[in-house]
């Protein structure tokens, strides 16, 4: 398993609890992608979150901390280095500092959704 993979498996399985409550549009070997159960205007189901190898780092997109920015206050410096655009987050190594981070974010995500209504 080279590196893309290890990180691949160590984000999936931040989102994975979420998935018996959810919809799994896609489960690849490169690519885990949930939506919520909750319809929007638009009739499209609302999107939690994804994890996705590419040609050089896994990105790990967290659609609550764009619904939600707030979400984003107090995280470290460091997770905020991994930040491209304003749900995603990049990695190239493992990190298991920033993984339980990301984790608890991810946690925290999912409980402002709920309280929205959004599952």
């Known amino acids: 398993m080279d590196n893309s993979e290890e990180i691949f498996h160590y984000l ?17 070997a490169d690519n885990f992608y949930l939506n919520t159960l909750y319809v929007m205007k638009n009739k499209k189901p609302m999107y ?5 190898i590419n040609k050089s ?10 619904v939600f920015p707030e979400l984003l206050e107090g995280i ?36 402002k959704y709920q309280k929205e209504d959004y599952l």
């Open 57 to 66: 780092y896994v990105s790990f997109h967290l659609m609550p901390v764009y």
């Open 48 to 52: 939690f979150g994804s994890v996705k």
């Open 12 to 28: 999936k399985d931040i989102l994975l609890p979420y998935a018996s409550g959810m919809v799994v549009v896609t489960d690849k």
């Open 76 to 111: 470290s410096p460091e997770l905020q280095k991994r930040m491209q655009g304003k749900s995603c987050f990049n990695f190239k190594a493992t990190d298991a500092k920033l993984f339980q981070e990301l984790k608890e974010l991810t946690q925290a995500g999912y409980g």
